[in-house]
């Protein structure tokens, strides 16, 4: 819940920051609007390869990945001078936290039962209005202390942005487990419980089918929930005024 409040306070946080920024940069309302929505078209292309890489390596390793690469990008963001720059930032972010929703999702579904998979899931994705609600005067706040560190208030917004996604990065390393049996957190008894429960679930499946990225893709199905999930999404940020471009 915290990587998701960081990196949806990381999303909206770009609308905010136009306040100041686009006046110091001399962005036009087109660029920045450009600017912003670039970001989900580095998503929207890496996402599917990113969950594969993070079933092959390990949600571990990748999940550090993502924190300390969009830590890297956002540092970046704090000295952006010029049109192209920002444009490349912004794709090259949305490239570099993709998975850090979808990833968490499929990270999530390995260690609960089904009977508790949704009310995790469901607590999960909480923190999206929570950053929604806490992030807009949270970002008032930061941008206020204009000139704190030698720095803007949008620059700032960008540092403590920096921070956060590389605690998170560091944390995830030392913390999160690719497989039930390397937990820290359960007793044996707990462990031993929670590999055979999800063992049992995973044989009354039955016969496993693979199917092509490319079926998947295509099926109805997906094609169905990703038109509603479309539509949530364009009210999201095209309605509320906190991630207006």
Not at 8 to 30: E, K
Not at 40 to 67: A, C, E, H
Not at 68 to 74: G, K, N, P, Y
Not at 198 to 214: C, D, P, Y
Request: hydrophobic share 55%; net charge positive.
């Amino acid at each position: 819940m915290v990587v998701y409040f960081v990196g949806f306070f990381d999303r909206i946080n770009i609308g905010f920051a136009a306040l100041t920024m686009n006046q110091d940069l001399g962005f036009s309302d087109a660029v920045f609007g450009l600017g912003a929505g670039l970001f989900f078209l580095g998503y929207f292309l890496t996402d599917v390869p990113s969950n594969i890489i993070l079933q092959k390596v390990g949600p571990r390793i990748w999940l550090m990945r993502i924190l300390l690469s969009w830590a890297v990008i956002t540092a970046f963001m704090i000295n952006v001078k010029t049109v192209e720059g920002f444009y490349i930032l912004r794709f090259l972010l949305g490239v570099a936290e993709v998975g850090s929703f979808s990833g968490i999702i499929l990270y999530l579904s390995t260690w609960f039962p089904m009977k508790r998979r949704a009310q995790m899931i469901a607590l999960f994705m909480a923190a999206a209005p929570i950053s929604a609600m806490v992030g807009s005067p949270l970002a008032g706040a930061i941008l206020s202390a204009h000139g704190a560190l030698g720095l803007a208030g949008w620059q700032l917004m960008f540092l403590i942005c920096t921070v956060a996604a590389t605690v998170m990065g560091v944390f995830t390393w030392f913390y999160v487990n690719d497989k039930q049996e390397k937990n820290r957190w359960l007793t044996a008894e707990e462990t031993q419980w929670l590999v055979v429960t999800l063992a049992a679930e995973k044989q009354n499946k039955g016969e496993v089918v693979k199917v092509s990225i490319w079926k998947g893709l295509t099926d109805i199905r997906v094609l169905t929930l990703a038109v509603v999930y479309f539509g949530t999404s364009a009210g999201l940020y095209s309605l509320n005024p906190s991630f207006r471009t």
